[in-house]
């Protein structure tokens, strides 16, 4: 099945005809799949499905590319990212040209599916976008946050399952469902792990999130949570390099108010409902990749 | 008919239902809108023809608020870019935003309609890679140049045309050479006038394209016309900021062998078989745009 996933990918490269290209796309690692995995255990495996998986991860490695330069990633899936080898610049014209091969192909599936997808390209982008802009300033707003994750992750993770659904003549409503609550737990997990993971798990410093700006969950519960003079004092440190006394600190409030268990139960009672939908759908795969996702050490 | 083009891109942009987008959106100066003035020429005007053509001019703002990052240019239109304004990060955002829902609307035109057009801007985005690779040294070669501004420029101009014809039931094939051909004068006559024009006409200082190591057509004629001394000295002038005597140095050469005239041949050539097409036909709008692409002073 991956096999001929990758076979697919390997050929939308090829036929782009373009050396520069073909020699750019083999510096990026090839990541999880999830997309494509979770349409490949969906759909039944026909030219169709196939194409709709490379599709989705093609246009998937096309917003990483851009999604790195516009955070001034250097490192992804433990290697140099594009923009940090080869600049900006070939980072965005390499996204460019993957987004529109992923497009031109959607074209020739199934217009609906072709809707489906393109709508989802076009909340991601609404959400990276909306990632910057929640970054300006400390965001209490959970609401605000759950919107913009929604868009940035979830919303590609759930357009691949209500598209596979589709292919497949399943249930497009509860397979949208499930696709959308895994995409939101999988970034609620992301943005625990960047608090509790170590640095060299992670590839950058702990706490790169808050740093950067970037208001996650565990810091709108934080905030939540704190007194009036406490509040001030993590508004304070919010985008700024921080030192080891005041990172000291925030880890210490988070422990204090069990913040961490807070996010990583909401993250598991996601799951739990993705996993309760495959189990209505007698589908154990992706119940096993909802479960997956939050059984881990954190 | 131009009315109902721009109300149907600022539906596009409302049904975004973004604050910072339609906000963003609003400071991109319109532009001529060639390619939905093409459009609308060939084909009536229905829903599915305004909104092609609405489609193709958010593709073409996309497109360009990316070029000018690639190109760290800050004027548009004679107007700060977007990129000048508001930072490389929000354009490249931006465009992602407009390419996708771009995409997304082409979906419920017609298949082979959104083929065409998807087609274009992965040649487009290959074109502008391609210009960047080609900028790296002086580029000697016509055929390279030619294939790199057929992508960049003119290849979503003749999908306009092309795409049009196919929504009127017009042949596809005459529509498309048209298309191909007015985009190819369009992009030489641009060439030349970045080195004919006055810097206050273009916003920029004159010559620019060389100075950013762009060999454009003139440079290829006149590096075939020179000596071998001569060329060594000219290749000696590539990519590099230059000082008066020097650019007067290149622009004395491209009288003396008439590069000038040779380049506006070449363009006006190009206009005549596109005009010639028409004429057959019987296309006087379509005739009219050629010519006025190139009857212009130098």
Redesign the interface.
């Given at each position: 099945m991956l096999d001929a996933l990758e076979r697919k990918i390997e050929q939308f490269i090829n036929e782009?005809n373009?050396e520069?290209?073909q020699k750019l796309y083999a510096q990026i690692p090839a990541g999880k799949r999830l997309r494509a995995a979770l349409i490949l255990k969906i759909a039944p495996h026909t030219l169709s499905s196939i194409k709709l998986a490379a599709i989705v991860e093609l246009i998937h490695a096309a917003s990483l590319l851009?999604d790195d330069?516009?955070d001034d990633a250097f490192m992804r899936r433990n290697k140099p990212s594009i923009n940090a080898s080869f600049g900006?610049?070939?980072a965005?014209?390499?996204g460019?040209?993957l987004?529109?091969?992923g497009?031109?192909e959607?074209?020739?599936i199934d217009?609906k599916v072709?809707?489906i997808i393109?709508?989802a390209?076009?909340q991601?982008?609404?959400g990276?976008?909306?990632d910057?802009?929640l970054s300006k300033k400390f965001n209490a707003s959970k609401h605000d946050y759950m919107k913009m994750i929604y868009q940035k992750t979830a919303s590609l993770i759930e357009a691949s399952s209500e598209a596979a659904a589709l292919l497949a003549n399943k249930d497009r409503v509860v397979y949208r469902n499930y696709g959308r609550a895994i995409g939101m737990a999988f970034q609620i997990i992301d943005d625990i792990l960047d608090i509790t993971a170590s640095s060299k798990q992670l590839g950058k410093p702990a706490m790169s999130d808050f740093v950067e700006g970037k208001t996650t969950l565990p810091y709108i519960y934080l905030y939540e949570a704190l007194q009036e003079n406490e509040r001030s004092k993590l508004l304070s440190y919010h985008g700024k390099k921080l030192k080891e006394q005041q990172l000291a600190w925030i880890e210490a409030k988070f422990k204090e108010h069990g913040i961490i268990e807070r996010c990583i139960h909401e993250a598991k009672a996601l799951a739990l409902e993705a996993t309760l939908m495959m189990q209505q759908e007698g589908n154990e795969s992706l119940q096993k990749i909802a479960q997956d996702m939050v059984d881990r050490d954190f």
């Open positions: 782009l373009d520069t290209t851009h330069v516009i900006n610049k070939t965005i014209m390499l460019d040209i987004y529109s091969k497009f031109y959607l074209c020739s217009t072709a809707q393109s709508n390209v076009t991601l982008s609404l990276e976008q909306a910057v802009v």
